[in-house]
């Protein structure tokens, strides 16, 4: 078997056909891969929508399990898995029409731990099918870079530890005893970072593969509380890869700026949303007891953020809230 795919569902009804039948435009026979969808517990008709394509194709694999989050369906789809290369794939996402066959060929001809490929980040309005259709006939190259994992952590975003646009050498993964961490949202970002620190051979590749959907769903505040929680968790295990890795150098300076953008947007957002003191507070403590010996050594701003975060956090609370509604909001936004 030389790919395996895996989709976590949960209420995703209005868009795992679509997902599914993009799977199954990538010109690869049926019995060169697998599909495990991980029913993650889901409350609505998501399974009973794809029944027609689960009888048509030998090559997926249901898993049920009760909701536990993405990460521990990611991780049950993985160990259930028998693919040389694996690719994770969002149920409400799809990928470009043949894009994936050469992507998995050049991954099983040089046996890179990773091949990273491009994305489109698109709304629901712009996901049409002749939209896709012609995204898909448009002349592309397929070019590779190759590269190690600390080169790819370098030119990594902060904010594109994307883990969809990826195919991962299983064996990779096993090795370096890499999974995600369970329970909690935006697990991409320590996942992610590890894997590119702890990749030999990578390849990027300048072509296309995947439609990022964006869905603009606003929640009030106090539902997201415990998501906010959750992130907390995701930064602080980020950090923790600095002794768990024993970076020095240009590669503990890269990861310090990582999550020092990750933290400053992280407050930004929480204090942008909510005027109350003591939610705020509640946040950023939580987030403090978790994240062990930040101090940021990087520049002088890094340095007076932490110190700040770690021992002022009265003042940490109250500045972080003042700049958000002040200075970003109405004196950055007016010029």
Same mark, same amino acid.
Request: hydrophobic share 40%; aromatic share 12%; proline share 2%.
């Given at each position: ?20 039948d993009?799977i199954?435009?990538q ?6 891969f697998?599909v ?9 008709n998501?399974i009973? =929508?794809?029944?027609?394509i ?5 090559n ?6 009760e909701?536990q989050?993405?990460?521990v369906?990611w991780?049950?789809?993985?160990s259930?898995s ?13 990928l470009?029409?043949h894009?994936?066959k050469p992507?998995?060929e ?5 046996q890179?731990?990773l091949?990273?490929a491009?994305?489109l ?7 049409? %099918?002749?939209?896709i259709?012609?995204?898909s006939?448009?002349e592309?190259m397929?070019a ?8 790819m952590f ?9 883990v969809w646009?990826?195919?991962?050498k299983?064996?990779f993964?096993k090795e ?11 697990q991409?970002i320590?996942f992610?970072?590890?894997?590119y620190?702890?990749?030999c051979?990578?390849l990027?590749?300048s072509?296309?593969l995947? =439609?990022?959907?964006k %869905?603009y ?5 106090a539902?997201?509380?415990?998501k ?7 930064i602080?295990k980020?950090w923790e ?11 503990r ?5 990582n999550v ?7 407050t %930004?957002r929480?204090?942008h949303?909510?005027?109350?003191f003591k939610?705020r ?5 939580h987030?403090r007891?978790n994240?062990?010996d930040l101090h940021?050594?990087?520049t002088?701003?890094h340095r ?7 021992y ?5 609370n109250?500045?972080?809230?003042l700049?958000?509604k002040?200075?970003?909001d ?6």
């Amino acid at each position: 078997m030389k790919l395996s795919i895996i989709i976590a569902v949960y209420n995703v009804e209005r868009y795992i056909r679509d997902c599914l039948d993009s799977i199954f435009r990538q010109d690869l026979d049926d019995d060169s891969f697998e599909v495990i969808i991980v029913n993650d517990g889901t409350e609505d008709n998501s399974i009973n =929508v794809i029944s027609d394509i689960v009888s048509e194709h030998q090559n997926i694999i249901i898993v049920n399990q009760e909701n536990q989050g993405s990460s521990v369906a990611w991780n049950n789809g993985i160990s259930k898995s028998i693919g040389e290369y694996l690719l994770i794939v969002d149920a409400d996402d799809l990928l470009i029409d043949h894009r994936l066959k050469p992507l998995l060929e050049k991954a099983l001809e040089t046996q890179a731990d990773l091949v990273v490929a491009d994305f489109l980040e698109l709304d629901d309005k712009e996901i049409t %099918r002749p939209v896709i259709a012609h995204i898909s006939e448009e002349e592309h190259m397929f070019a590779f870079q190759e590269k190690n994992g600390q080169d790819m952590f370098y030119d990594l975003h902060p904010s594109q530890c994307y883990v969809w646009r990826t195919l991962y050498k299983k064996s990779f993964l096993k090795e370096k005893k890499l999974s995600f961490i369970p329970g909690i949202r935006y697990q991409d970002i320590p996942f992610t970072t590890e894997c590119y620190i702890k990749a030999c051979k990578c390849l990027k590749a300048s072509q296309l593969l995947y =439609v990022y959907r964006k %869905r603009y769903v606003y929640p009030s505040f106090a539902a997201n509380v415990k998501k906010y929680y959750e992130i907390t968790i995701a930064i602080s295990k980020t950090w923790e890869l600095m002794s768990k890795c024993q970076l020095s150098g240009k590669m503990r300076a890269k990861l310090e700026d990582n999550v020092y953008a990750n933290l400053v947007n992280f407050t %930004r957002r929480i204090s942008h949303l909510s005027n109350n003191f003591k939610v705020r507070e509640g946040i950023f403590d939580h987030l403090r007891k978790n994240i062990k010996d930040l101090h940021f050594k990087n520049t002088i701003k890094h340095r007076l953020f932490s110190y700040v975060f770690c021992y002022c956090p009265f003042l940490f609370n109250i500045y972080r809230f003042l700049y958000v509604k002040i200075i970003e909001d109405k004196v950055i936004r007016y010029f």
